[in-house]
């Protein structure tokens, strides 16, 4: 089992940047993939971000590739979502997630655990 714990997100401006962090623990097999989905009002849930923690490996939505960034700190055991220029349009909760080293990253279902979310919201 992997619980996942993740900060407040919050309320910005368009072009302000956040910082998501998410805390997982359990056996460390479990929580290799980690990943960062959202899903905004009236929406399905959607890929944001991933990273293969063992391979350093990452991927990003067209949407958010070049203002958001995947990272992991190992030491502290912390996974951080940077979110650079934000945009109304990247207002959702955001989720983390977390799975067994998987290629198909950027699918919802290859995740076994999620966090609660975390509301961002950009306002214009």
């Known amino acids: 089992q992997v619980s996942l714990v993740e900060s407040e997100g919050g309320l910005v401006r368009t072009g302000a940047s956040m910082r998501l962090s998410c805390v997982p623990s359990g056996h460390p097999s479990l929580r290799v993939t980690m990943g960062w989905f959202r899903r905004a009002p009236g929406k399905e849930r959607e890929f944001v971000a991933a990273?293969?923690?063992?391979?350093?490996?990452?991927a990003y939505a067209d949407a958010v590739k070049g203002r958001f960034t995947i990272s992991a700190n190992n030491a502290e055991n912390t996974v951080y979502l940077q979110m650079d220029n934000l945009k109304p349009e990247d207002t959702a909760v955001y989720y983390c997630?977390?799975?067994?080293?998987?290629?198909?990253?950027?699918?919802?279902?290859?995740?076994?655990?999620w966090g609660q979310g975390t509301q961002v919201t950009v306002s214009s």
């Open positions: 997630a977390a799975a067994p080293k998987t290629l198909r990253i950027r699918l919802p279902q290859s995740y076994n655990f």
């Open positions: 990273l293969l923690r063992s391979d350093g490996v990452t």
